[in-house]
């Protein structure tokens, strides 16, 4: 009962995003498909997550501040400068991605459940001091 009105909440909460669920093992995660349904395609999803990132704002925000000025120095010094910065930058992006993906494909199965919990833990525990010490960054004044 309790995880039918989780599921119920999460399709009001979050009607765009497909419905997953822990398995008995919380490291294997589902997409759900509804009763009659048939699962989404690769095609689907991956036209969701180019329109997701699309409409993300922080690679937006990065353009804007920092990579245009780049760009625009790199290209005063030649053309050839800039798509170098273009390429690498993005070579590394999603190099980054791939080979993170990659990691948690492979090691995924390798996590037991409480492997799994101190992970969390300690992702929230390194959050939270990293937030902290932004927090203080910003309240303190310089020079002090």
């Not at 995003?17 to 048939?38: F, Y």
């Amino acid at each position: 009962a309790l995880e039918q009105a989780r599921c119920q909440v999460d399709e009001v909460l979050l009607p765009h995003v497909p419905a997953v669920r822990p398995r008995s093992d919380p490291v294997e995660l589902v997409a759900d498909a509804r009763p009659g349904e048939e699962a989404p395609s690769s095609a689907r999803e991956v036209l969701r997550g180019v329109v997701v990132n699309l409409l993300n704002p922080h690679p937006w925000l990065f353009w804007i501040a920092v990579g245009s000025p780049i760009f625009v120095s790199a290209w005063d010094r030649t053309p050839a400068h800039a798509l170098a910065f273009v390429g690498g930058f993005y070579l590394v992006l999603v190099g980054s991605k791939v080979a993170l993906a990659g990691a948690v494909g492979a090691g995924r199965h390798r996590l037991t459940p409480r492997g799994y919990r101190l992970l969390l833990g300690a992702s929230g525990v390194l959050l939270a001091v990293v937030g902290a010490t932004l927090t203080v960054r910003g309240l303190v004044p310089r020079g002090l």
